[in-house]
């Protein structure tokens, strides 16, 4: 099993930035990609920047230019720093990751999702 934990989630002014992290944590081989999502009340949850299994990073037109992934794969933790913050960005944020791990002496794949954290942006 592998689980996700996030941080750094909270309430900002706009314009103002913010950190995300997410560790994976758990037997695990590799992780292959790795992930941002967000879902704001009433809105279907959306993409917001993923690193993919080729190894490139793709964001949300939204986002681009403002947001920024980037990975500590010796520790299977995965940043995104959010800059030029707009009220829109409000959302629960999600980390997703899809790779590889360990049950028993087997390795099977995994997909696995993170709790959400609220990124909450207002004046």
């Known amino acids: 099993q592998v689980q996700l934990v996030e941080s750094g989630g909270g309430l900002v002014q706009p314009g103002g930035s913010l950190r995300l992290s997410c560790t994976a944590s758990g037997t695990i081989t590799s992780i292959n990609a790795m992930g941002w999502y967000r879902q704001a009340p009433g809105n279907e949850r959306e993409l917001v920047a993923r690193?993919?299994?080729?190894?490139?990073?793709n964001y949300a037109d939204s986002v681009k230019g403002r947001f920024t992934i980037s990975r500590d794969s010796a520790k299977n933790t995965m940043y995104i720093q959010m800059n030029s913050l707009k009220p829109e960005d409000t959302a629960v944020y999600y980390c997703n990751a899809i790779g590889l791990l360990r049950s028993g002496y087997n390795v099977q794949a995994f997909n696995s999702w993170g709790q959400g954290t609220q990124v909450t942006v207002s004046s």
């Open positions: 690193f993919t299994g080729s190894g490139t990073s």
